[in-house]
């Protein structure tokens, strides 16, 4: 999803709830790596994951991401240090107002992310980044979405 898509969906009075979603890094490339991005009436934006090293910023999150890149931007094809990366792909979107299923993820999102059970773990089949975007989404029984096949550790 390009820039200019991204910004063309955000309402400044609504609240957005976004998953993401891009190939994993080289060689695990069929697998998919999903991440969350919310928005506040404003356009205030946040990014939250779950990586594969540690917060270098909060080490009380241990694994767990705050803006450590844009929000519809996508991760290195590979482990070194490079110029290619892979497109983001949007999986999910919800928007609305106060009386919105938007708003009650946004209000609680931070108290939900601090209750992650496995924040000081990261595996490349179970505690990765879509068990922790599924284990959010499964906060919220009305949305009706479940990540696709491909995110391995769902």
Same mark, same amino acid.
């Not at 069929?30 to 991005?37: D, G, M, N, Q, S």
């Given at each position: 999803m390009n820039q200019q898509a991204f910004k063309d969906m955000i309402h400044n009075t609504d609240y957005h709830f976004f998953v993401f979603s891009c190939p994993a890094i080289v060689p695990f490339?069929?697998?998919?790596?999903? @991440?969350? +991005? +919310? +928005? %506040? #009436?404003?356009?205030?934006?946040? @990014? @939250?994951?779950?990586?594969?090293?540690?917060? #270098?910023?909060?080490?009380?999150?241990? %694994?767990i991401h705050k803006d450590l890149l844009f929000p519809r931007q996508w991760i290195s094809k590979y482990f070194w240090p490079t110029k290619?990366?892979?497109e983001s792909k949007l999986l999910y979107h919800c928007s609305g107002n106060l009386d919105s299923i938007p708003y009650k993820i946004v209000s609680s999102l931070e108290e939900i992310i601090q209750r992650y059970p496995y924040k000081q773990a990261y595996r490349l089949v179970w505690h990765n980044s879509n068990f922790f975007t599924q284990w959010i989404l499964n906060h919220f029984p009305e949305i009706k979405f479940e990540l696709p096949r491909n995110a391995i550790g769902k």
């Open positions: 490339n069929l697998a998919l790596h999903t @991440r969350i +991005v +919310v +928005v %506040y #009436p404003g356009e205030k934006i946040t @990014r @939250r994951e779950l990586g594969h090293f540690k917060n #270098p910023k909060d080490s009380s999150l241990w %694994y290619k990366h892979f």
